[in-house]
Structures are given as C-alpha cells and as structure tokens.
C-alpha cells in the first residue's frame, strides 16, 4: 500500500518535472533575478550594481510616455481586434455553411504562417509616402501622414491579432446551442434582444478568453510600434528594448519590466472575474 | 363545427432539397383539446411542429393560427410557445430568469411587479415555489421539465407545442408528467399539440391522436378510434400490439370479407379499405381479442410456446401451424386456474368483428426520410 503511493507520487513526480524544470529556469529565475535588479543601480559602465533602492520605481514617470502608449494603445487595440473579430467569428460559427468552415478559418490563419515580421513590413510600405498617401495624392488629398502615427500601430495591431480574438470567440460561439436561439425567438424576442441576451452573452467567456490574450500581448508588443511607429509611438516593449539594448540601464528596466507584469497580472485577474461572473458559475480557462 | 380552429394546415408541403419530409397535409386542429402528433421518426411530426411554432417555413401550403396565415411571421411574432427537446433551458439564468424571459419581452412592457407575480403563479403552477433562484444545472431533469413548461405557459399561449417532451425521463416520472400535462391542458383549457413516437403516450394522454407516416396524416382521431378502427395496416402495426396474419381474400359481402389464411382456414373479417376478391391481405388481431379455450372449439388450433404471467394479465406466444406465433393476452381471473402451460395445445377463438382485413401497402408514397426529427436542419 506505502510502496504503490510512492509509486504514484514518483510518476506524478517524473511527469511534471520536465515542465517544472523549465519553468524554474526560464521563468522564476529570470523573474528573481529581474527582481534583485530592479532594487539596484546602474553601474557606471552600465549594467547592475549591486544596491537596495526604490529609486529605478521613483524614476518611472520618466517613461510616462511609454506607458500611457501601451495602457491606450493595448485595450483600444484589442477593442479594435475584438470588433472585427466578432462579426467574423459569429458569422463562421452561425452562418457560414458547415462544408466551408473549416476553409473560411484556414483562410484566415494561413497568412499568419507568414512571419509578423514580414507581413508588418508589408504595411510600412502600404501606409508609407509611396502607398495610400500616394494614390490620395492623384486625387487631391496631398500630405496626408499615415505611417509613423499611433492610428497605423492601431492598425498593425488589429491586423497582427485579429486572429487569436476569432478563434477564442469562434469556438464558444461554435459550442452554443442553436436551440437556446429558438427557444428564445419562441418566447418573443427578437433577433437582437436573442442576440443580446442569449448570443452575447453565452459568447463572453470567448470574448474575454481572446481579449485578455490580445492584451496580454500587446503589453509587451515592441515590433508593430518600431516598424509602424516609427520611434514616435513607443510601447514599454520599446522602453525595455532601449534601456537593456542601447543604455544598459538594466535596473531601469527590471523595474519597469516589473511593473509590467503586475499590470499583466492585475488584467488577468480582472478580466477572469469579469468572464466568470457575466457567465455565472462556469469556469472560464483564459488561455 | 363553427370554431375556428386553433391549428390549420391546407396542403402544407415541406421539402429539404430533393427529399420531402411533409407531403401535402390538411388538418384542423380543435381548440382546447390535447393533440398527439405519433408517428415512427422521420414521419415529418417534428417538422410540422415546427413549422407551427414558425422555425421551418413551408414550401408549400399555408399554415393557421387561430385563422391567421402565418406565413412570413417569425416565430417571435407566433402566439404559440414550445417546449422543446431537452428543454433548451438557459443555461445563464436561474428559474426565474428563465420563466420570466417571455414576459420582458413583452411590448408594452410589463411592470416588473407583473413580471414577478405571473411568474411566481407559474412556479407554483409547476410546483416548483421556492425554487426561483436555482441555477438550472442544480435541477433534476424532472424540475427542468417543470421549468421549461412554465416558461412556455406563462406567456399565455394559444397552443403550447410539446417537442418529445418526456423523451428524457424515466419511466416512473414519464407517468406522473403525463398526468400533469393532462390535468395541466385541462386547468387552461388551452391546445396542446404534442409530438411523440411513443404510442402509449399518445394514446393515454390525447384527447386526439394524429398518426403520421411517410410525411401524411395517416389518420385522425381519438385514441379509442385509433386503436380500434385503425385506417390502414400501418396504423393497426404501429399503435398497440397486433398480430398481423397474411391470406387471401376468399369472399367479400358488404363491409365484412372473408379471408383464406395460409393453413386454409378462412376467417370472417372486417374491413377498412377497398378489397378484390384474390387479393393478398393481412388480417390485424389483437392479443386481447384472443380468446384461449382447451382444445375442442375455436377457430384455429395451437401450441402455448411462452407465457408471460403479468399478473393482472397473462401473455402467451402462441405457435399455430402454417400460421406462425401469435400473441395472445388474457385476463387473469384471480381463483380460476385459468393459466395454460407451455406445450399444452389451445384453441383459438376471436369475437366476430375483431379480426381487421388490410390491403398490403403499395410502396409507392412512403418515401420514408430518414431519421429527420433528431437534428434540426439548418
């Protein structure tokens, strides 16, 4: 009887910890170490120094900018993701003949196969002084700024994301039970008050599933903003990349990377009360 | 009859595609009777349903609600209310969401007061007081037929449409629900139309049982007339236990004929349809129509094979020559050992007018769907 539960705590045992393993080295460590750095001092030649100061957390308005970028940009972009995606996923799931579904989504993951990288690029040169301000110009509309703006980062961000908030929404829409919709058109709603009360509703765990991931992203976004923002528009991603990169002000940084994962966390949470409680006592897995 | 019935199908026709689940069917529906739609699945009974509560559209024919020509009203706009297949309870509301769902989306609106009394009367109307801020999840599938009846019957329907209702339960609630449903359509007074493919069901519960088939009425009436004047051979096989003999038609007078069976006795039979002389029948006999003597008289000669003692009833398999099993069924009297015995020989007799001579089917005109009531077609 001893000799099988130690049998079965050790399997238990061996099958967690390769992922226990990984996740100590990858990511407690790391975050320890961030941690120790983000209440020291910058070296003189840049780096870490040892120290216990709150001054890199005093010293945090001076990246203001960066932070409001993110905290605007982030859930307006995934507001922006989320009502394209919507309309999409509801459509798919609801409306689109059962043989094309699965086309119609591999349609729209398959660009996303393409390396961001690249596809982003792709819009530098679509927003940029020889793509849509060009052709405006042949119609009059001259020294119209598009690239470099906050609304291309918003942009490059709905487009980058739009994906991962379809999917999410797409299966809890997928899983509904049409007949709840009949049986509410049976009792004297129409199709909008069906849509609002029964639809939406029963969808808002997908949503929230899909929001908080796009947030969750996009608050450590650095890519569409360089490329998109053109250095104007700056995201903490690019604060961390500057200050780790460029200034080596490393505890600068840990504090600031710290900051932002309790923001991270402080949505998460949020969000998962929020999603739980629209969707009564169902539990809800974010991710 | 004056009244304007409360359903009324003119020559509705449904097709999915090539495949045609109802064909051409009229029928008048009486107001505040209990009506049973009963057929085998995929007779078009569900479609029908649901071209009444304003689901599916017919490609043909009209459909009237109390009168009115439906088509093109939504079924938000239908004053009739379903209970559907496995309830289709909202998930995300408790009972009293759920009952009251109907009543806020009333126009004019109803003070919330209203609201909460009507749907409190319905609570207690299902026997369910107290039960209000349940979440559905925590209900029995009993209380969660309860509630999905009360939040069909609080609107105040002109016909409450039944949907397999009691398919899910077991049998022991299965009997108390039928009760409630009936003591319930005769408190309101109000139509139910109800859909089942169990015929005990339809014949216990109904004041008028609809027999489908093939996608058409096969028959109209009450339940005492479906069982004992059933309109063709499907009918006789479907509702109730029959034993169906083949034969010949040997001798027609007037309503009665006389039938060759295969082991050369002729019988005297009733019949409900046309029939020639030398035409190929079959003979329906009910078990309870049997009668089992000790060899001597009756009309055909057997074996006891089985025996079934059931207490109130007994119920015997009987093997008779060049005929094969019948099934008989006889009432137990309690002190008279009345009971025969596996391989004893009987004879078999039947009251005259019992017997019930039916043409064999013709093939065409049953395009029989397949099982088209399960799913619902998008």
Same mark, same amino acid.
């Given at each position: ?8 705590? +050790? ?29 020291? %001092? ?14 890199? $957390? ?22 922006? @993701? ?24 591999? +349609? ?40 470099? *703006? ?8 709905? $487009? ?128 | ?6 359903? %009324? ?33 995929? @007779?078009? !009974? *569900?479609? @029908? ?10 490609? %043909? ?41 109907? +009543?806020?989306?009333? #126009? ?26 349940? !979440? ?38 299965? *009997? ?33 049982? @609809? ?8 028959? +109209? ?5 479906? $069982? ?13 236990? *029959? ?14 004929? %006389? ?47 089985? #025996? ?20 008989? !069924? ?49």
């Amino acid at each position: 009887m001893r000799g099988s539960l130690f049998r079965k705590n +050790l399997v238990t045992a061996l099958l967690l910890a390769p992922a226990a393993a990984w996740l100590v080295v990858f990511l407690v460590l790391p975050f320890v170490a961030i941690a120790i750095f983000s209440v020291g %001092e910058r070296a003189p030649e840049g780096g870490y120094q040892a120290a216990l100061t709150l001054a890199q $957390y005093a010293n945090l308005p001076a990246r203001a900018t960066a932070f409001w970028n993110t905290m605007v940009l982030a859930p307006v972009g995934a507001l922006g @993701c989320l009502l394209v995606a919507y309309p999409v996923a509801y459509y798919l799931a609801l409306r689109a003949p059962q043989r094309w579904r699965l086309i119609l989504l591999a +349609l729209i993951v398959i660009p996303f196969w393409t390396s961001l990288l690249m596809r982003t690029y792709a819009w530098m040169y679509i927003l940029g002084g020889r793509g849509i301000p060009a052709l405006l110009a042949y119609v009059g509309i001259e020294d119209l700024r598009l690239i470099n *703006t906050p609304g291309a980062v918003l942009l490059g961000i709905v $487009y980058g994301y739009l994906p991962l908030m379809i999917l999410p929404i797409y299966v809890s829409l997928e899983r509904l039970d049409r007949r709840l919709l009949e049986a509410s058109a049976d009792l004297g709603a129409t199709p909008l008050s069906t849509f609002l009360g029964v639809t939406l509703r029963l969808s808002l765990p997908g949503v929230m599933t899909g929001f908080s991931l796009v947030m969750i992203l996009l608050l450590g976004e650095y890519l569409i903003p360089t490329l998109l923002g053109g250095g104007k528009v700056f995201f903490i991603g690019n604060a961390l990349v500057d200050l780790f990169l460029q200034s080596r002000n490393w505890p600068f940084g840990s504090a600031i990377a710290i900051t932002l994962v309790l923001v991270s966390v402080v949505v998460l949470i949020v969000a998962n009360r929020i999603s739980t409680r629209l969707s009564g006592a169902r539990r809800v897995d974010l991710i | 009859m004056t009244a304007v019935p409360d359903i %009324e199908f003119r020559a509705v026709t449904k097709r999915y595609g090539a495949v045609t689940a109802v064909g051409g069917i009229d029928l008048a529906i009486p107001p505040s009777a209990f009506v049973a739609l009963l057929g085998p699945s995929g @007779c078009g !009974k *569900t479609t @029908c349903l649901r071209m009444i509560g304003g689901f599916e559209q017919p490609s %043909e024919g009209q459909v009237l609600i109390r009168g009115n020509n439906m088509a093109g009203t939504p079924p938000y706009r239908r004053p009739v209310n379903m209970v559907f297949q496995q309830y289709a309870l909202f998930p995300h509301l408790d009972v009293e969401e759920n009952i009251s769902y109907g +009543l806020r989306q009333a #126009r004019p609106r109803l003070s919330s007061r209203e609201i909460s009394s009507r749907a409190g009367e319905a609570l207690s109307m299902v026997q369910l007081a107290g039960y209000g801020r349940r !979440k559905i999840h925590e209900l029995s599938g009993g209380q969660q037929q309860r509630v999905a009846l009360a939040r069909a019957l609080v609107n105040k329907p002109a016909v409450l449409l039944l949907d397999e209702p009691l398919a899910a339960l077991d049998k022991k609630l299965r *009997t108390d629900m039928q009760i409630e449903l009936q003591n319930l359509q005769r408190e309101i007074g109000i139509t139910f139309v109800l859909v089942t493919h169990d015929q005990e069901e339809a014949l216990s519960m109904s004041d008028f049982v @609809c027999v489908m088939n093939g996608g058409r009425v096969v028959q +109209l009436g009450q339940p005492s007339e479906i $069982y004992d004047e059933p309109a063709d051979l499907f009918v006789a096989d479907f509702v109730g236990k *029959t034993n169906l003999v083949s034969g010949k038609v040997a001798a027609l007078s007037g309503d009665l004929v %006389e039938v060759a069976l295969a082991d050369g006795t002729v019988i005297s039979a009733r019949k409900r349809l046309p029939l020639s002389r030398g035409e190929a029948v079959s003979v329906s006999l009910r078990p309870e129509a049997l009668s089992l003597s000790a060899p001597g008289g009756g009309a055909l000669k057997g074996i006891v094979r089985n #025996r079934i003692f059931l207490g109130s009833t007994a119920e015997y398999a009987i093997e008779v020559q060049g005929i094969g099993s019948l099934l008989a !069924k006889a009432d137990h009297v309690i002190g008279k050992g009345n009971l025969f015995k596996p391989g004893e020989p009987v004879a078999i007799g039947f009251a005259a007018g019992a017997p019930l001579a039916f043409p064999h089917p013709k093939n065409n005109g049953t395009n029989q769907r397949e099982d088209q009531n399960a799913e619902i077609p998008s």
